[in-house]
């Protein structure tokens, strides 16, 4: 089944304490991008990739890192977590960039609180 | 800059009622423009899109048409169920995809009562 698979699902965890959140798609997709869903605000995008080694930021960059060594996987990375980071996260993939209008493939979605 | 400007919710229907979410786009030139909507619990699924003006996209008996003149990409379905309670995106994408990022509006919860 084609899909984005996002873990762990649900993370409570301190401030300051290093987290990962894994993100994955089985699609062959080019593209990746990290977004957080906050009320009122939307989905903000994080960080975004074109292809391996090859990541750019989005409109909300500070305090998060990202990678991209395989084309499969776009791990993102809270080095010192504050609460401002709680929020809801999601992963998405697409074939290509936006032109064109493709469609954008988001995973379940992470919910992190950090007290 | 670009941006999407959606209705406030929640939009309390009940079932077989008409549907209308608006949403208001500012960009230049020709983005591309979509609805995403989110079941509780799940991530966003692309409902319909529309990458030119004129283009109605449409899907689930959902509808909306690319409006360049107003701006305007109204979401409608014509008899609404209980399973589509869910919240609702407008997204834009911008020409050429040129910064590679969707821009969301802040979503629309709808409630269908049955």
């Known amino acids: 089944e084609a899909q984005v698979t996002q873990n762990p699902r649900y993370l409570i965890t301190v401030t300051g304490k290093k987290l990962t959140v894994t993100c994955s798609q089985n699609?062959?997709?080019?593209?990746m991008s990290w977004y957080r869903q906050d009320p009122g605000l939307g989905l903000r995008q994080i960080y975004y990739s074109m292809n391996v080694e090859v990541t750019d930021k989005g409109d909300v960059p500070e305090g998060y890192k990202v990678s991209r060594k395989e084309k499969r996987n776009f791990p993102l990375i809270l080095e010192s977590p504050s609460p401002n980071q709680t929020s809801l996260y999601f992963c998405?993939?697409?074939?290509?960039?936006?032109?064109?209008?493709?469609?954008?493939?988001f995973g379940p979605g992470t919910r992190l609180t950090v007290t | 800059g670009n941006s999407v400007t959606q209705m406030e919710g929640p939009v309390t229907l009940s079932e077989e009622a008409f549907l209308t979410i608006n949403c208001t786009y500012t960009a230049t030139g020709y983005p591309s423009l979509f609805w995403y909507v989110q079941y509780p619990g799940e991530g966003l699924q692309l409902l319909l899109k529309?990458?030119?003006?004129?283009d109605k996209g449409s899907n689930k008996g959902f509808e909306a048409t690319y409006r360049k003149e107003t701006t305007s990409f109204h979401l409608e379905k014509g008899s609404v169920q209980v399973s589509d309670s869910a919240v609702y995106f407008c997204?834009?994408?911008?020409?050429?995809?040129?910064?590679?990022?969707?821009?969301f509006g802040t979503g629309t919860l709808l409630a269908v009562q049955p």
């Open positions: 997204a834009l994408s911008e020409p050429g995809g040129a910064t590679n990022k969707l821009i």
């Open positions: 529309a990458t030119k003006a004129d």
């Open positions: 998405a993939s697409s074939p290509y960039g936006l032109a064109g209008g493709y469609e954008q493939y």
């Open positions: 699609m062959n997709h080019e593209y």
